[in-house]
């Protein structure tokens, strides 16, 4: 709520977000959208915990993020957040198995039970045969779900994703949206970033960006097809 | 998975530069046990050869009465005294808390005996201690073996006019000479030398001895404590060390000892800023993938831990390599700088206990800053995506 995030690039302050505030409802997918600089992923990073706003709170769960320490704000994050990256982000030394267990790796849990979470999910993203290979022997959709799989891994209630699918076919792109999309019916929160107009017909809401301010938050679209229907044109959803 | 696994694949992706790091670490390592190894060899020689410097501290009983002398030292009168040494005190140097460095004890009986109607000294030994006490004797002849053999001093060949073999009597018993000592310009050469038992059994003082010869054998041990633990084990005696015999040599070898702290204080100096240099540059280059780490909910101590796990499996692995190099190395170079270093390479597991211990702290405090600088990464810069 009240968002600021202000940049100092040495001779200027940048005004990166400029007092931004609205809600997002547990199980809802949200996108947000808008052209390059205009804030998008400076906002899923105060969305995230990662990076201090200049004003303005972010609450999850009656939780004020951005009030606790700085060790107690990373249990946040592991705890209530899954992320996935536009890259990927696998750590290119550790398997498959091993890249999804990391989100687990300073947890208290056996070592049986990280592996036993680990292969359930990497079956979930139909990966199961691949979970000893490196992430440079597989697809970039393949890795992309490696990236869904850790992401999901200790069941966080809130998945942002940046970009999921800037470095992915269309073909894959749409496998990985209905994946995401997929998650919400089990209770997950999806919040994307993303330029492409295409991955609108899957969301529930938008909230459009412009200059670092919020110029929409809705999402026109026919009111009786299911948000993970990819029948749809895209044409068909403005944001 | 858990953070030690983290720690150890990332070493296996980086082979070249964790190689490089080792042998850097190590080569300072193997310096360092190089000059300690090269260090205590020489040590180690010099004690030996501080022997052939003869005793270092004499034992004589406590007397105001003073009516001989021996090797310049004053050596109480033989009935005189008012206090005496006896044989038995020899076991009570030998249990002195600094035993181990007590290499020779040499007891003598001192006492004038006519042979051949000539006044002679005669002073009864152990042959085996004085033997190896009196590194430079050279003996015509050789050591006695029996107990009525003796040596006698080249004065006292010419006095006598005695051969080897020739036989002579002292209070009517009778001896052979088994060797004939080589002039050696001192009081020796004037001197019949008989075993101890003997003697104090001829002159009628069972046990007794006049003055006890003390080699200690330690080329920087405290002899004032060596002579001041001596004194409080025999109350009777009066214990002087002559120090002037080895002190020349200790200083020169204690310069060499300060010089090879001094080579390893800068190689450990430069060994630091490699690990340093070496860890800085590997926390920049994963700054991305830190970035995630701290994303996912690591918290800033997990960081910390991930580095210095990798430093600790480094330094380890570096200082086990050192050590070995460094023992090899010794092997070489110690034998160029002393006559006697064949043991010098020896296992030696305090040495290597010290090396892995030097390599790890050098590997963990130089990985500290680099360590610290990756935790307080700030996770946004760190990913830049976002």
Redesign the interface.
């Given at each position: 709520m009240n968002l600021h995030k202000v940049y100092n690039t040495g001779r200027e302050r940048v005004h990166a977000l400029g007092g931004i505030s609205f809600e997002i409802s547990q199980g809802e997918f949200i996108a947000i959208i808008g052209p390059s600089g205009s804030g998008k992923?400076?906002l899923?990073?105060l969305l995230?915990g990662?990076?201090h706003p200049a004003e303005g709170k972010v609450i999850v769960d009656e939780i004020d993020v951005y009030s606790l320490p700085?060790?107690r704000l990373?249990?946040?994050?592991?705890?209530y957040?899954?992320?996935v990256?536009?890259?990927f982000?696998l750590?290119?030394?550790?398997t498959i198995i091993?890249n999804v267990?990391?989100?687990?790796?300073?947890s208290s849990l056996s070592?049986g039970e990280?592996?036993g979470m680990?292969r359930e999910i990497i079956e979930k993203v139909g990966l199961r045969s691949k979970e000893l290979r490196l992430p440079d022997e597989l697809s970039g959709g393949e890795q992309q779900r490696v990236a869904i799989a850790?992401a999901l891994v200790n069941q966080p209630p809130i998945v942002l994703a940046?970009?999921p699918t800037g470095n992915l076919d269309s073909a894959t792109s749409e496998e990985i949206m209905e994946l995401l999309g997929s998650l919400t019916a089990r209770g997950h929160t999806i919040v994307i970033v993303t330029h492409n107009p295409e991955n609108l017909k899957y969301v529930r809401r938008c909230i459009r960006l412009r200059d670092g301010t919020v110029r929409k938050s809705d999402l026109t679209r026919p009111t009786n097809v299911a948000a993970s229907s990819v029948a749809e044109r895209s044409s068909d959803y403005v944001c | 998975m858990n953070l030690y696994n983290i720690s150890f694949n990332n070493l296996r992706r980086r082979k070249a530069k964790m190689v490089f790091l080792v042998l850097g670490l190590a080569i300072a390592i193997s310096t360092v046990v190089t000059l300690i190894t090269v260090s205590r060899a020489m040590n180690a020689e010099i004690a030996t050869s501080l022997d052939e410097y003869g005793a270092n501290i004499v034992i004589v009983p406590k007397s105001d009465d003073l009516s001989l002398t021996y090797g310049g030292m004053a050596v109480s009168g033989i009935s005189l005294g008012a206090h005496k040494i006896y044989e038995k005190d020899t076991e009570g140097i030998r249990s002195i808390k600094n035993a181990d460095n007590i290499k020779i004890v040499a007891p003598k009986l001192l006492n004038a005996a006519a042979i051949l109607q000539r006044n002679v000294l005669v002073v009864g030994v152990r042959f085996s201690d004085e033997l190896a006490l009196k590194k430079w004797w050279r003996l015509a002849g050789g050591r006695p073996t029996e107990k009525h053999e003796a040596i006698i001093g080249s004065e006292v060949q010419e006095k006598l006019q005695l051969g080897l073999r020739q036989s002579f009597e002292i209070e009517g018993e009778r001896f052979v000479v088994a060797a004939i000592l080589e002039p050696t310009g001192s009081q020796d050469d004037g001197i019949v030398f008989i075993d101890l038992k003997e003697a104090q059994r001829i002159f009628g003082k069972p046990g007794e001895l006049s003055l006890i010869e003390v080699a200690a054998l330690c080329y920087d041990c405290p002899i004032e404590e060596i002579v001041r633990q001596t004194s409080e084990k025999l109350p009777e005696a009066r214990v002087m060390a002559i120090r002037q015999t080895i002190e020349s040599k200790m200083e020169a070898m204690h310069r060499f000892e300060h010089f090879s702290y001094g080579i390893s204080a800068v190689v450990v100096l430069v060994a630091a800023l490699i690990v340093v240099t070496n860890m800085m540059s590997s926390v920049n280059e994963r700054t991305r993938e830190i970035g995630v780490f701290r994303a996912i909910g690591f918290r800033q101590k997990h960081i910390m831990k991930i580095i210095l796990i990798e430093a600790f499996l480094v330094s380890f692995v570096a200082g086990l390599a050192g050590y070995i190099i460094g023992l090899g190395v010794s092997k070489i170079v110690t034998p160029l700088l002393t006559t006697n270093g064949s043991d010098a390479s020896m296992m030696n597991p305090t040495l290597l206990g010290f090396s892995l211990a030097l390599a790890v702290f050098i590997g963990l405090a130089s990985s500290i800053y680099p360590a610290l600088k990756a935790a307080r990464l700030d996770p946004t810069v760190a990913l830049k995506a976002l």
């Open positions: 992923s400076t899923l990073a995230g990662l990076s700085v060790e990373a249990d946040f994050r592991r705890e957040l899954g992320f990256f536009q890259s982000q750590i290119p030394y550790l091993e267990m990391l989100p687990l790796a300073v070592r990280k592996r680990a850790r940046d970009e | -």
